[in-house]
């Protein structure tokens, strides 16, 4: 017993001897090539960088016809450089909207929100409401408090009990006809009982970012109708973004 341990002393030993002999970066080389890949391609934020969305809304009442508002538009999400906010000491991504009917009109000047691109997280600043989007390196069925920052009271209520959960992380999608190699979905609820449903969630693609929006929030007096094919019985809203073109 005594020789083998003295064997695999040796062995380390030369083991050791052989990193020094062969020089040291030889080894070191070896321990570099591995690198974490963070995510950050699923939220480019490059000035210029925009993603224009197909964009369907419907509203429903409790009445004949039940679509009160049937909408859809073009939107344009610019990311309009950066500036340096002295009163919160953060560097703050400018995202330009402009809205239009089809792609024949001009565009008309919608909103702006704000991001904020730190290292574990990125932050979004939409109406006054500060989200944590997506956090890094996204791994699968990882979850966390998107709406932390939110104040969940009054018309902002719904936002209670969200858990923002990535699924799909890395895999393929398509998307209103364009394929895209490396995509993630991030679910924030996905609540429903026979009278309520309460459905949120984004998809990411790599060098892209959002290019999938869901929201649905609607309630029926009838258990017996459906969700998917609302009858007059039934009031919410229905809102879904999906990628029309992008650059680069």
Known sequence: MQMRTSLIIRSFLLGLMGCAILGISSCKDKTDEYTVDYGYEYYPTDSGHYVIYDVDSIIYRNADPQAID??????????AGTFFD?????????????????A?????????????????NIQRIENDIKFIKL????????????????AKTGQFEYLNDWTYTYQNVDQPATING???????????????????????????????????KEFVQ?????????FDNPQKNTQGVRVIWQVSSHNP
């Open 86 to 102: 002295t009163a919160q000491n953060q560097l703050k991504y400018r995202i330009e909207y402009q809205r239009r009917k089809t």
């Open 70 to 79: 049937s909408v859809s538009f073009q939107l344009k999400e610019l990311y």
């Open 218 to 226: 609607m309630e029926k007096q009838d258990v017996n109708s459906s």
């Open 135 to 150: 956090i890094f390196p996204p791994r699968q069925n990882a979850t966390w408090d998107g709406n932390i920052y939110a």
């Open 178 to 212: 364009q394929t895209f190699d490396k995509t993630l979905m991030v679910s924030h609820i996905g609540d429903s009982n026979l009278i309520e449903l309460l459905k949120s969630r984004e998809m990411y693609a790599k060098g892209v970012g959002l290019i999938y």
């Open 104 to 120: 024949n009109d001009p565009w008309q000047n919608e909103r702006v929100w704000y991001a904020i691109k730190e290292q574990t």
